[in-house]
């Protein structure tokens, strides 16, 4: 649902740019689709961090793994994931709302990202700034320490099985989450650091469509 959810943010509105030829998009269109994007990939990324600790509780914990990962528990990690995701999306957008724009409004970007919006702005975005990368740590680096942890512990459960049958059903039920979350990640970091290094707006909206239309 979050994926479907996430290409239907911004895949018409690319489609419309190509097949007009009109690039434009309102205020409040921007900041609708900004919005909807947070949403959207902070839940992804936040479901990706469940998956793995599912995923590890299922291999390194498996007699445990119905008592752990019971319907009310995992009911209560896609809420929280939800929750965390509107209410980052609400504060961003609250905050870049304050700001006030310059006459050059031209994003070098397919899509509204928050990153390339703050830098079209012509007062200080030092708290904006501040809260981006606060929540970045937070949430992105949170999720994706999880994650390596999980396989790490799943990596060292899987070599200790005897049999190279229990090996390969173990990696196979982990094996299409892990090239998602390789793929996601690779992908994002490859996005925001080339961004800050390069400046190449042609690479990262090469990048970008590789995690908000194929990674889906």
Same mark, same amino acid.
């Given at each position: 649902l979050?994926?479907?959810? #996430? *290409?239907?943010?911004?895949?018409?509105?690319? $489609?419309? /740019?190509?097949?007009? %030829?009109?690039?434009?998009?309102?205020?409040?269109?921007?900041?609708?689709?900004?919005?909807?994007?947070?949403?959207?990939?902070?839940?992804?990324?936040?479901?990706?961090?469940?998956?793995a600790y599912?995923?590890?509780?299922?291999?390194?914990?498996?007699?445990?793994?119905?008592?752990?990962?019971?319907?009310?528990?995992?009911?209560? #990690? *896609?809420?929280?994931?939800?929750?965390?995701? $509107?209410? /980052?999306?609400?504060? %961003?957008?609250?905050?870049?709302?304050?700001?006030?724009?310059?006459?050059?409004?031209?994003?070098?970007h397919f899509y509204c990202d928050l990153t390339p919006v703050l830098k079209l702005s012509c007062t200080d975005t030092l708290i904006n700034n501040f809260f981006v990368y606060f929540t970045t740590v937070l949430l992105g680096a949170f999720p994706f320490t999880g994650i390596i942890f999980s396989y790490t512990q799943i990596c060292s459960s899987i070599l200790r099985v005897p049999s190279t049958g229990g090996k390969c059903k173990a990696f196979s039920t982990c094996g299409s989450h892990l090239c998602v979350v390789l793929l996601f990640y690779g992908t994002v970091l490859g996005v925001y650091l080339s961004s800050s290094v390069t400046g190449s707006s042609w690479k990262n909206s090469v990048a970008s469509v590789m995690y908000v239309v194929v990674t889906p």
């Amino acid at each position: 649902l979050v994926d479907f959810c #996430l *290409v239907s943010t911004l895949v018409p509105k690319m $489609l419309v /740019n190509f097949l007009t %030829h009109n690039k434009a998009i309102s205020y409040a269109d921007c900041l609708t689709q900004m919005y909807f994007f947070m949403v959207f990939t902070c839940t992804d990324n936040l479901l990706l961090g469940v998956m793995a600790y599912d995923r590890f509780v299922a291999i390194c914990h498996p007699l445990s793994y119905v008592t752990i990962m019971s319907p009310q528990f995992c009911g209560l #990690l *896609v809420f929280l994931s939800w929750t965390i995701s $509107l209410l /980052n999306a609400i504060l %961003h957008c609250l905050l870049v709302m304050r700001l006030l724009f310059c006459s050059e409004r031209e994003i070098p970007h397919f899509y509204c990202d928050l990153t390339p919006v703050l830098k079209l702005s012509c007062t200080d975005t030092l708290i904006n700034n501040f809260f981006v990368y606060f929540t970045t740590v937070l949430l992105g680096a949170f999720p994706f320490t999880g994650i390596i942890f999980s396989y790490t512990q799943i990596c060292s459960s899987i070599l200790r099985v005897p049999s190279t049958g229990g090996k390969c059903k173990a990696f196979s039920t982990c094996g299409s989450h892990l090239c998602v979350v390789l793929l996601f990640y690779g992908t994002v970091l490859g996005v925001y650091l080339s961004s800050s290094v390069t400046g190449s707006s042609w690479k990262n909206s090469v990048a970008s469509v590789m995690y908000v239309v194929v990674t889906p």
